[in-house]
């Protein structure tokens, strides 16, 4: 049986700055400027009229599956490096 380590990473706010990416999707979506939704928000993004979990699942679903934000969100500065680090180690 392999025994094969396995270290998960949490993406969106610790490796990378998820509130950008998903602004400018939602900014998109709705037809509006990024710069109309406050960088300040609370943990369910109501400052940007995301009114109900159901609406913000539906804009993560399509930031997420549709425009790939994991794959284009900026990075932390210092978040690439101490990944490599962690992997070497």
Same mark, same amino acid.
């Given at each position: 049986?392999?025994?094969?380590?396995? *270290?998960?990473?949490?993406?969106?706010?610790?490796?990378?700055?998820?509130?950008?990416?998903? $602004?400018?999707? #939602?900014? /998109?979506? =709705?037809?509006?400027?990024?710069?109309?939704?406050?960088?300040?928000?609370?943990?369910? *993004?109501?400052?940007?009229?995301?009114?109900?979990?159901?609406?913000?699942?539906?804009?993560? $679903?399509?930031? #997420?599956? /549709?425009? =790939?934000?994991?794959?284009?969100?900026?990075?932390?500065?210092?978040?690439?490096?101490?990944?490599?680090?962690?992997?070497?180690?």
């Amino acid at each position: 049986m392999s025994r094969d380590f396995v *270290f998960g990473v949490d993406l969106d706010g610790v490796c990378g700055d998820y509130t950008a990416a998903f $602004r400018q999707v #939602v900014a /998109e979506e =709705r037809g509006v400027a990024p710069e109309s939704l406050p960088v300040e928000r609370s943990w369910d *993004f109501s400052e940007w009229g995301i009114d109900s979990a159901e609406e913000f699942d539906r804009l993560h $679903r399509i930031a #997420v599956m /549709e425009r =790939r934000i994991f794959r284009d969100m900026p990075a932390f500065p210092g978040a690439s490096e101490a990944l490599w680090r962690l992997s070497d180690a």
